[in-house]
């Protein structure tokens, strides 16, 4: 079969991949601990469901308006009002089917052959492809752990071109944990104002933020940034609400208008029900949000020195999200693997512990590891891989 050129350079998620064999290992009856998880491993809360039964019941089972419910809307107005003293208007807000696919939408209304977006490295799997599958081309940015994988300006300077049409920023980060400050924001958004560059913020993981560090939204600066800014959020890691498909952009309306044009021939709409479910997320009670944060904070202060002790393995500490990303290339290679790649392939085949290789973050000396899993099993997990760095020395 011929297919288009655009998939072949497409690189499958990674994050999806080892998820999948380690689902494979457990089929086989084998004791796999998957620390590649992409979501947190509570259960919807309990008046969310409720919600979205009570609208099936209801009959709102029918296609609804392409950029969502007039009801959601409200609601994510109020959300962006409450949380961040934002005003938008319904026509500058479009619901999609997750975050993954607002992002999509985006790329697909925003950029011509050839226009670049600069991604910071290490960056979330789905940015680079979805900016080729738009044609795109993605220009990576390189961070170090030592800066703690944030960029500056002059890392711009470095970078832009006339053809840079967008930046992505991702805080808290996916997979480092990072968040920028306000004053760090400040100086990348008077930069992109400067260049025209359309800010992408990303703020997925805006409620999961821990030990006292805070949350910012580069919008939250000035006006004229908003308005060079578009959001991108979503229930799904606030709410425990992955598998219901909602996400959401905030932006100017012209661009909005355009991602709902491209939505309405290819989804025509976000699942009906799950958007119920969004309505009653964003307003209900926000107290099981915070329990999660809480149960989220504990193992990160609980695994991440057991983490940081094991030998040729080093971590910042993770400021939000819910990843830790070591970098592990000095005991991989004391392990004798060739690449960290290796050493997570044979971490899964003879340990059966399930982790994310940095290569699809774009930073190939890290691993990835989510905590979105009981203290036990991530205690166990550790007690695993430190069978196996012993085992290979
Ligand atoms: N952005 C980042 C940084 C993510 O990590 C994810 C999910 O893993 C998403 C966006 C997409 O979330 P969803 O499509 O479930 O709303």
């Not at 202060?301 to 983490?307: C, D, E, G, S």
């Amino acid at each position: 079969m011929q297919l288009a050129d655009r998939v072949s350079t497409i690189t499958p998620s990674s994050t999806l991949a080892i998820t999948a064999k380690a689902g494979e290992l457990a089929a086989q009856g084998f004791d796999v601990i998957g620390l590649g998880a992409g979501q947190p491993d509570f259960n919807t809360p309990e008046f969310i469901i409720d919600a979205a039964c009570e609208a099936v019941k209801a009959g709102h089972t029918k296609y609804t308006p392409t950029a969502g419910l007039p009801a959601l809307k409200q609601a994510i107005i109020k959300k962006l009002k409450r949380d961040q003293g934002f005003d938008f208007a319904p026509n500058e807000i479009i619901v999609g089917s997750g975050a993954k696919h607002v992002l999509y939408l985006l790329f697909q209304a925003l950029l011509n052959p050839g226009d670049e977006v600069i991604i910071p490295s290490p960056f979330w799997v789905s940015y680079p492809e979805q900016v080729k599958l738009a044609d795109g081309v993605p220009v990576t940015l390189v961070t170090s752990q030592d800066h703690h994988f944030k960029i500056t300006v002059s890392d711009l300077e470095q970078k832009v071109t006339e053809k840079t049409r967008a930046l992505i920023l991702n805080s808290p980060s996916n997979p480092t944990g990072m968040i920028y400050s306000k004053e760090e924001l400040a100086s990348i958004a008077a930069f992109c104002l400067a260049h025209d560059i359309l800010i992408i913020s990303d703020e997925i993981y805006e409620k999961l933020v821990y030990n006292g560090n805070k949350f910012f939204s580069i919008a939250q600066l000035s006006e004229a940034v908003k308005a060079n800014t578009i959001i991108i959020n979503g229930v799904s890691k606030s709410h425990a609400m992955t598998g219901w498909r909602i996400g959401y952009a905030a932006g100017e309306a012209a661009l909005i208008k355009a991602m709902t044009n491209v939505a309405s021939h290819s989804t025509s709409n976000p699942a009906s029900v799950s958007q119920y479910a969004a309505i009653a997320a964003y307003n209900g009670p926000q107290e099981s949000v915070e329990l999660m944060r809480e149960a989220f904070e504990k193992r990160l202060n609980t695994v991440y020195p057991r983490l940081i002790s094991l030998p040729g393995v080093s971590c910042l500490k993770p400021q939000g999200a819910f990843y830790l990303f070591p970098n592990i290339a000095e005991t991989s290679a004391a392990c004798g693997f060739q690449s960290v790649s290796d050493w997570a392939g044979a971490l899964l085949e003879e340990e059966k512990v399930a982790v994310v290789p940095g290569a699809g973050f774009g930073a190939p000396e890290h691993i990835r590891l989510s905590y979105a899993t009981s203290l036990e099993k991530f205690e166990a997990a550790l007690d695993r891989i430190e069978n196996f760095i012993h085992q290979h020395k």
